[in-house]
C-alpha cells in the first residue's frame, strides 16, 4: 500500500493531490511504526508528518498555485546518481546483523541497562521518555536548540523579506 | 470558511478536548507514549485547527505573535536553565540527581521540567511558521 502510494505521489501533476497522498503516506508509516512497538515513534510520525506538514504545504501551495511546472531536462544525470546511492544503501545493509538478532551489538552494549535499570534509577515506567530526557539528556537538548533554530530562521528570513517590501513602497 | 455553522460548532466543541489531550500527552508521557515533542505539536495543531475554522486573526487575537515569539525562545532557555540548576546545585550539567534529596525524585523533576521546555519550544516555532506562512499571502 505504502508503494502504491509513493507511485500515485510520482505520477500525479496536481500538487493539492500530492500534498494529501504524502499525508496518507504518513499515516501508513504511523501504522508500520506501531506493528513495530514504536508507538512513541508512531505518534510523532502522525502528527507532524500527517498534520503539522499537510497544513504547511498547502500554506505554501495558497501561495504559488497547484500545478507541477513540466521539468526543464530529461532527468537522466540524477536518476543515475539515485541509483548508485540506493545501490551502495543496499550493500550497506548487507552488512548490518539480521532482523532481531538478539546478538546484535545494540541489544548487548547498553541497552539492558536502560531496559533494566531505568525504573529504579529514574522512577520513570516509560523507557523511551526515561532515555530520551535522562540518559540521552544532552542529545534532547540538542533537539530541542534545533527546533529553535530552525524557528528563528523563519523569523529572521521572512520579517526581512516584509520589511525590505515595506521600504520598496 | 466563516460562515460553515458545522464546523465551527465541531471546532468549538473539539478544540479544547485536543488541548486536553495535549496535556495529558505532556504529562502522562512518564508512563505511556508521548512527551513535549508530541504535545507541542498537538498544542500547534489545535490552535492551527482554530486558525483554519475561524480565520487568522481570531487566532491572532487568541495566542498573540509576540506571546509565541516569547516561547520560541523560553522552552529552550528553561531546558538550559535545567543544565545550569543541576550545575549550581553541585552535579554535572544536566543532572537531575542533586534537584530533590531523593535521587529518583530528582529524575522526575528534572525530566518534568525539560519535557515542558521541549513543549513549550516545539509549539512555538509550529504556530510561528503557520503565522508567517498563512500571512504572507495576505499582506502583499
Known sequence: ???????????????????????????LMATVLVALDAVDVAMTEASVGA???????????YLCGGEEAKPMARPWLPLAVTLVIVGALVYGTLGLPAFSDPMAPIHTHVVP??????????????????V?????????????????????GVIALLRRARRGKEKGK | MRREPVLRVVGKLLIPYMLVFALYVQFHGDFGPGGGFQAGVITAASIIFY????????ARRAVPEALVEAMVALGAFLYVAVGFAGLALGGNYLDYFVLHPNPVEGQHRGIFWVEV??????????????YVFAGRGRES
Open chain 2, 117 to 130: 521546555g521541549v513543549l513549550v519550544t516545539v509549539s512555538g516555532v509550529m504556530l510561528k511558521i503557520f
Open chain 2, 51 to 58: 486558525a483554519l475554522i475561524f480565520g487568522l486573526p481570531a
Open chain 1, 51 to 61: 498534520g503539522i506538514s499537510t497544513v504547511l504545504l498547502l500554506g505554501a501551495l
Open chain 1, 132 to 152: 530520551l530526557a535522562s540518559y540521552r539528556g544532552y542529545d534532547t537538548l540538542g533537539e530541542t536548540v534545533v527546533v529553535f533554530t530552525a524557528g528563528i
Open chain 1, 113 to 130: 541497562r536502560y531496559l533494566g535499570q531505568a525504573l529504579a534509577e529514574t522512577g520513570v515506567p516509560n523507557v523511551v521518555t526515561a
Open chain 1, 1 to 27: 500500500m505504502m508503494a502504491a502510494t509513493v507511485i500515485a505521489i510520482i505520477a500525479q501533476r496536481n500538487l493539492f493531490s500530492v500534498v494529501v497522498l504524502a499525508g496518507v503516506y504518513s499515516f
